[in-house]
């Protein structure tokens, strides 16, 4: 058929994307919608993408954050998007010094979840506050049944990572449920299993729904 594997170039959206993209984007499997985030060391802020069912980027967004972190992944329902923004943080000490990992663990940060409508702007953007930790990976999020006020997001929450530099790998990580009360802004926390997993995935028609 001629069809190979042979490396074609990277993919702007016919020029219009023109930040980074995280490694994690998320299809609506009800609108074939895509949605992605970009987020730099340079600057303290991430960038919001929306594709619609065509492949062309409608909606970029720039949301500031307090400090330059490390973001690595984020969550999707029907109607809002859920963006993490949790303490580790680009150190411009450690990069001059020639660290290869530039980032270091700063609880007194402070940790904050993101709620945005998908279609939503910087000023939409409730942030509410938990306690310190660090999610590498999500697997779904999702609108409580009995009340649409309340959406759940899954993922691994590490209590801390590199707390001494960045090979350190000794914290142990865990399934774990934040249910996060948009009307009291207020966030519950429930721990789902004891075992140590990574890049947990669900059918990707589950995407964003209860599952």
Request: glycine content about 8%; charged content about 20%.
């Amino acid at each position: 058929s001629g069809v190979d594997l042979s490396t074609l170039g990277p993919y702007d959206f016919g020029g219009k994307l023109k930040t980074a993209m995280t490694a994690h984007p998320k299809r609506d499997p009800l609108t074939g919608e895509l949605f992605f985030f970009g987020a730099g060391v340079l600057e303290a802020a991430l960038t919001y993408h929306r594709v619609d069912a065509a492949g062309v980027l409608v909606q970029t967004e720039k949301i500031p954050l307090p400090k330059a972190v490390m973001m690595h992944d984020f969550q999707l329902t029907p109607t809002h998007v859920i963006f993490m923004d949790l303490p580790i943080l680009f150190d411009l000490g450690l990069a001059i010094d020639g660290e290869s990992f530039p980032f270091r663990w700063a609880p007194e940060n402070g940790a904050r979840i993101g709620v945005m409508p998908r279609t939503g702007t910087a000023a939409d953007v409730r942030w509410i506050e938990i306690d310190p930790c660090f999610v590498f990976h999500t697997w779904n999020a999702f609108h409580d049944t009995s009340d649409a006020g309340i959406i759940h997001l899954d993922g691994i929450r590490y209590p801390e990572m590199w707390e001494k530099n960045a090979n350190d790998f000794s914290s142990s990580g865990a399934p774990h449920r934040f249910s996060i009360d948009t009307n009291q802004a207020k966030v519950a926390l429930t721990q789902l299993d004891d075992k140590l997993v990574e890049f947990p995935r669900i059918h990707p028609g589950m995407q964003g729904l209860f599952y």
